[in-house]
Antibody, heavy 117, light 107 residues
Framework: EVQLVESGGGLVQPGGSRRLSCAAS????????MNWVRQAPGKGLEWISY????????YYADSVKGRFTTSRDNAQNSLYLQVNSLRDEDSALYFC??????????WGQGTLVTVSS | DIQMTQSPSSLSASVGDRITITCRAS??????LAWFQEKPGQVPKLLIY???TLQSGVPSRFIGSGSGTDFTLTISSLQPEDVATYYC?????????FGQGTKVEIK
């Protein structure tokens, strides 16, 4: 069974940084592309990043380009999102999702990032 | 970047009704369109990919159609368990983009 477990969220000051993690199990992690999606409280889904199976290519939404970096460690079955220069509008539940078996076919439960002073 | 415009933003219908949600892309995306269902308090779930292919386990009352720039999700007979917010997603190229969402309620 595919399992994705996010961690690393918390309260961060504006301008601060955080590293989010997604631990994958139950499938051949290195074979599939991965995504980060976020959802601000009471708002819709926003796709923010994609990474290919081997670590490239990477793509980002304009709203996070230059501030967020996605990476993966296939040996550790882990996905990461480094979030820098955080703004109030980055407060959201951050999900990782794999393109298994189809686009964003499996999701984790999310990790909450709150940006506030 | 390609924009996705989803409508309506909300709808209310009776059990057994046929309902339709529309997604329009600002440029052609071939058939790389997916639909997701997000029930209150739950993680989003993939319903349909490649415009019309049902994800395993999804009831046949969910029907996807369209091509190019105009796509629809139809629920042929609305059930109480279909109360949710539905999102389209275009994934032909980066950036992937969700529609704004359609909240479906029962009258």
């Amino acid at each position: 069974e595919v399992q994705l477990v996010e961690s690393g969220g918390g309260l961060v000051q504006p301008g601060g940084s955080r590293r989010l993690s997604c631990a994958a199990s139950g499938f051949s992690f290195s074979t599939y592309s991965m995504n980060w999606v976020r959802q601000a409280p009471g708002k819709g889904l926003e796709w923010i990043s994609y990474i290919g199976p081997s670590g490239s290519p990477t793509y980002y939404a304009d709203s996070v380009k230059g501030r967020f970096t996605t990476s993966r460690d296939n040996a550790q079955n882990s996905l990461y999102l480094q979030v820098n220069s955080l703004r109030d509008e980055d407060s959201a539940l951050y999900f990782c999702a794999t393109d298994l078996p189809n686009p964003l076919g499996s999701w984790g439960q999310g990790t909450l990032v709150t940006v506030s002073s | 970047d390609i924009q996705m415009t989803q409508s309506p933003s909300s709808l209310s219908a009776s059990v057994g009704d046929r309902i339709t949600i529309t997604c329009r892309a600002s440029q052609g995306i071939s058939n790389y369109l997916a639909w997701f269902q997000e029930k209150p308090g739950q993680v989003p779930k993939l319903l349909i990919y490649l415009t019309s292919t049902l994800q395993s386990g999804v009831p046949s009352r969910f029907i996807g159609s369209g091509s190019g720039t105009d796509f629809t999700l139809t629920i042929s007979s609305l059930q109480p368990e279909d109360v949710a917010t539905y999102y389209c997603l275009k994934y032909n190229s980066a950036p992937r983009t969700f529609g704004q969402g359609t909240k479906v309620e029962i009258k």
